[in-house]
């Protein structure tokens, strides 16, 4: 059995995330306190009290699914299980943060800084109501790509997520991703809808952010993953610093090739994947993309008990 550890995206949060973990693994409520510390205010009230819409801004939103990952990762080596678990790790999208800190690539307190920073970067490089992005459901990723192409005529229309066989996510100008879900259902998607996100990610429209995010993270120390990393935009593992930070940049406007990540781990040999943080979406995308590999969530307590080795 090969194992990789992979890690949720945005949409995954909710109020009250990670609290039984903290409540219950002093080292689990040490990682929310030293995010906490790094962005100098009470991001764990948020997350376990606050409200909704708040906590969905993404540049909360993106810290705190961090912090609930790390969190879930300090509970199960209190239990003893390590990442040397793991053959490879993965995020999707901000997930891929939670990876490369997994992996002792970030410091935990630069990631949370690097989290804060993206979400404002990317929430500021388009004014709210000029972008959009849309799920298509039932269509393939090349029919994705050809809607998403015809949809543009002049504005911004990518497909920025290729989830699993059979769902994929158009982004950028509102008018093209509005064109988009026309003609997706025209083409025969079984579903073409609008996602409640304030602002177009993974698209051309996001330059200003990965200009941004360029500037930070030539400023932090990074170190090479004690396990390879997966990277979102090119869907193989990588090494090296460098190439991380470079691949970090792209990934602003680049595609979260999430499929293609799935698949090149199972291509090496990858048997169960266990999704470490807040929801369950990961694995639901997984299973569609290939039903031979196993799943394993761990986002609650009683989930890292039960996996403590007899």
């Not at 990789?4 to 306190?33: C, S």
């Not at 800190?101 to 993206?118: N, V, Y």
């Not at 404002?120 to 459901?137: E, I, K, N, Y």
């Not at 396990?227 to 792209?250: F, M, Q, T, Y």
Request: negative net charge.
């Amino acid at each position: 059995m090969t194992i990789a550890f992979v890690y949720p995206g945005q949409g995954a949060q909710t109020i009250g995330m990670g609290r039984d973990l903290a409540d219950a693994y002093p080292a689990a409520k040490a990682v929310f306190d030293e995010v906490d510390e790094a962005l100098g205010e009470k991001l764990s009230t948020l997350i376990w009290e606050g409200d909704t819409e708040e906590l969905t801004l993404t540049q909360n939103a993106q810290p705190a699914l961090m912090a609930t990952s790390m969190a879930a990762m300090a509970a199960m080596k209190s239990e003893g299980i390590t990442l040397d678990r793991a053959a490879y790790v993965a995020g999707h999208s901000l997930g891929e943060y939670a990876a490369l800190c997994a992996a002792g690539t970030f410091s935990l307190a630069d990631t949370a800084r690097l989290l804060r920073i993206r979400g404002r970067a990317m929430q500021s490089a388009v004014p709210v109501g000029q972008g959009a992005m849309a799920a298509l459901l039932g269509l393939s990723f090349e029919q994705a790509e050809t809607v998403a192409a015809q949809a543009g005529q002049g504005d911004v229309c990518q497909v920025a997520n290729q989830n699993d066989p059979a769902q994929n996510v158009v982004s950028g100008s509102k008018a093209a991703v509005e064109r988009a879900i026309d003609l997706a259902k025209a083409a025969g998607a079984k579903r073409a809808l609008l996602l409640p996100v304030s602002a177009p990610f993974h698209c051309a429209l996001m330059a200003p952010a990965a200009e941004e995010m360029a500037n930070a993270l030539a400023e932090v120390d990074m170190q090479a993953p004690a396990v390879p990393v997966v990277a979102n935009v090119i869907a193989k593992a990588v090494s090296d610093p460098a190439e991380i930070r470079e691949l970090l940049i792209k990934q602003v406007t680049g595609q979260v090739r999430w499929m293609s990540s799935i698949e090149w781990m199972s291509g090496q040999g990858v048997t169960e994947i266990w999704e470490i943080g807040a929801g369950k979406a990961l694995s639901g995308m997984i299973r569609r993309i290939d039903k031979n590999l196993a799943t394993v969530n761990i986002g609650t307590a009683a989930d890292v008990a039960a996996m403590k080795p007899a």
